[in-house]
């Protein structure tokens, strides 16, 4: 599985952004998807999953009422729209698929997008 994302930019507080990330190379319904993020000077870490057919999500404490994961399996790809952006959210968002049922450990995650800088401005 091949994975791009995009999306990413600069927003001020408060503002919204959509990622993207657009899969290729296999069944993309088989596959649990998920968002991580790696701010400056820390350790990734999981922001949302959705399950194969997107009956199942996941979102980090963090994020939870702010940002909402989806995916559209007629075309391959999943989102990650994010509203009320703080400054803490800026980060680097990376997407990745593993097939079955979704973790929330980077570890379980065999497919990586090559990432996409967010960066709230307060």
């Known amino acids: 599985v091949q994975l791009q994302a995009s999306g990413g930019g600069l927003v001020q507080a408060g503002g919204s952004l959509r990622l993207s990330c657009a899969a290729s190379?296999?069944?993309?319904?088989?596959?649990?998807m998920a968002w991580f993020r790696q701010a400056p000077g820390k350790e990734r870490e999981f922001v949302a999953a959705?399950?194969?057919?997107?009956?199942?999500?996941y979102h980090a404490d963090s994020v939870k009422g702010r940002f909402t994961i989806s995916r559209d399996n007629a075309k391959n790809t999943v989102s990650l729209q994010m509203n009320s952006l703080e400054p803490e959210d800026t980060a680097v968002y990376y997407c990745?698929?593993?097939?079955?049922?979704?973790?929330?450990?980077?570890?379980?995650?065999?497919?990586w997008g090559q990432g996409t800088l967010v960066t709230v401005s307060s």
């Open positions: 990745a698929a593993r097939r079955g049922t979704y973790y929330f450990q980077e570890g379980s995650y065999n497919y």
């Open positions: 190379g296999r069944t993309f319904s088989n596959y649990a």
């Open positions: 959705i399950s194969g057919l997107g009956g199942s999500t």
